[in-house]
């Protein structure tokens, strides 16, 4: 625990910008457990840190850290279960909370929520601000697309502040930094717009590319836009802007929502510091709760055919574990968010061969349509293992930012008693499901035939007795996140399987 904050409640003019860390639970209906509450109390005129305190949490229900080993950020089951619980910290909690005005990164649909939870669950009035500041959305809305996926990750890297630690004190400290480096950009652009807004300033509602079909993320990814086939028309009109626009640049706008309040009044735009202290925010962006688990492809998805896909799949030794990450990307058709991951600039999918199946063909589950969505259990060797638990790891922490209140599903299945015998679920889809069959083939290996098996929707009977127990198969696979009806995950889906036949 580090505490460096004073035990007065005087004034409470302070900002106080915190952050937690969680644990996601693993079934519906759990609450998420906070694993660390990290708070910084800021001067609003000076923008300088004045108090700090941070401290992990034991969380009541035990079983939601059974599976934390170590973070990257370096939290640990064994720190978790030597820390206080939050009863016992929750006073310090809201001396730290109540009447000041609050902000964080994504502050209003995560962070507020939980601790509240965590103040009901123990029976407590919750803390109360005097105003909440999300600099999710509220930099989504004015600093427009320029940092990509407005990710505290990325924006940090867009200014060069460094990595995120997820970590919750460092991340306030650098969530501070962040909103200093965009107030000030921001500033100094409607101080000359005729200069500075022609040569950076990108409208909150545009990405920076202007080809109707991509749209910026960090590291060079690619997305999917709508809204960006009309960039032609409005290029000229954004690199002309006349000094007589001051007043509609995002810096002013910024105070629109308290536009009603007297006391926003004869503020002067040059005051970058009053300014900040009267920021308000409007909506988050939200993603599609009611998401279905169908497989939506776009344009970076890889042609059905065998020989593309071998071309297109990375074997296991060549992927990176820390080159794995998610983004928040838009359908092709527009509309709501959806989770994906990539390798580096690429979609993440993957090839390994000799995957042994533990448990044949399942019919247990069934699609949005209600038929079966077939799949098998196969055994995880530790170089795949590895790859995939990151992936787990990568996507459950972008959901939790997203604010879900879904419950996750873990990607590496380890049944008790047999921890030591990792296995996945491969999902093998039909015609009837909607989606592209999976490709399934048959080689002999005595004379390395390779067959096309064919099986229809209502006919598997082939198919079960070709991947029964024992049997090993070279997989290709992509890695696709959902979250639907409370439940969040990775769907490992098998675009190609090779089954080796035994004669």
């Keep these: 625990m580090a505490s460096t904050l004073g035990g007065g409640n005087e004034g409470r003019s302070e900002i106080a910008f ?20 990290g708070a910084i109390l800021v001067c609003p005129r000076k923008l300088v840190e004045l108090h700090s305190y941070s401290t992990l949490v034991r969380p009541t229900d035990l079983s939601l850290i059974s599976t934390l080993s170590k973070r990257r950020s370096g ?33 209003k649909r995560f962070d ?20 909440v500041i999300d600099s999710l959305s509220l930099l989504s809305q004015k600093f427009g697309k320029r940092a990509g996926d407005m990710k505290m990750a990325s924006i940090a890297k867009y200014f060069e502040l460094g990595d995120q630690a997820h970590r919750s004190l460092e991340d306030v400290r650098m969530n501070l930094e ?66 007589t626009d001051k007043e509609t640049h995002p810096i002013v706008s910024l105070l629109t929502e308290c536009s009603e309040d007297d006391t926003c009044s004869g503020i002067d735009p040059s005051d970058i510091t009053t300014l900040i202290s009267k920021l308000h925010i409007g909506t988050p962006l939200q993603t599609d709760a009611a998401e279905t688990v169908t497989r939506e492809q776009d344009e970076s998805t890889p042609s059905p055919n065998p020989d593309a896909k071998e071309e297109s799949f990375l074997r296991v030794d060549e992927v990176s574990v820390s080159s794995i990450r998610g983004s928040l990307v838009p359908f092709k058709r527009g509309g ?51 790859i995939l638990e990151e992936a787990n790891d990568v996507a459950r922490n972008l959901s939790v930012e997203s604010g879900t209140s879904s419950g996750w599903r873990l990607t590496v299945m380890r049944k008790k008693g ?23 083939y048959q080689r002999e290996e005595s004379s390395e035939t390779v067959q096309k098996l064919d099986f229809s929707s209502n006919e598997f009977e082939e198919l079960e007795s070709a991947l029964l127990p024992g049997t090993l198969v070279d997989a290709y696979f992509s890695l696709e996140p959902y979250d639907y009806q409370k439940m969040a995950g990775i769907r490992l889906a098998a675009r190609k399987l090779v089954i080796h036949m035994n004669k």
């Design 75 to 107: 939290i640990t089951r064994e720190g978790v279960l030597s820390a206080p619980t939050f009863v016992e910290i929750a006073d310090q909690v809201y001396n730290i909370l109540h009447g000041r005005i609050w902000a964080g990164h994504n502050i």
């Design 178 to 243: 962040v909103v200093k480096h965009c107030a000030t950009v921001l500033f100094l652009e409607s101080s000359v717009p005729d200069i500075l807004t022609e040569m950076s300033w990108f409208s909150p509602r545009r990405s920076p590319r202007t080809k109707s079909n991509e749209k910026s993320l960090p590291n060079g990814v690619k997305e999917s836009s709508a809204s960006s086939s009309s960039s032609s028309k409005t290029d000229q009109s954004l690199s002309s802007v006349d000094a």
């Design 336 to 386: 709501s968010l959806r989770m994906k991951l990539f390798h580096d600039d690429e979609p993440l999918q993957l090839y390994r061969d000799s995957l042994k199946v533990r448990f044949g063909i399942s019919r247990k589950y069934l699609d949005h349509t209600g038929l079966p969505r077939l799949n098998i259990v196969v055994d995880l060797p530790p170089d795949l293992c590895k």
């Design 18 to 37: 915190f952050d937690l860390e969680t644990a996601v639970p693993t079934e519906p209906g759990k609450p998420f457990a906070i694993l660390e509450f």
């Design 112 to 131: 507020c929520v939980r601790i509240r939870d965590a103040f009901a669950e123990i029976g407590h009035s919750p803390p109360e601000p005097k105003a």
């Design 418 to 440: 047999f921890a030591n015998y990792p296995t996945a679920r491969l999902q093998i889809s039909s015609e009837s499901n909607g989606d592209d069959p999976t490709e399934v």
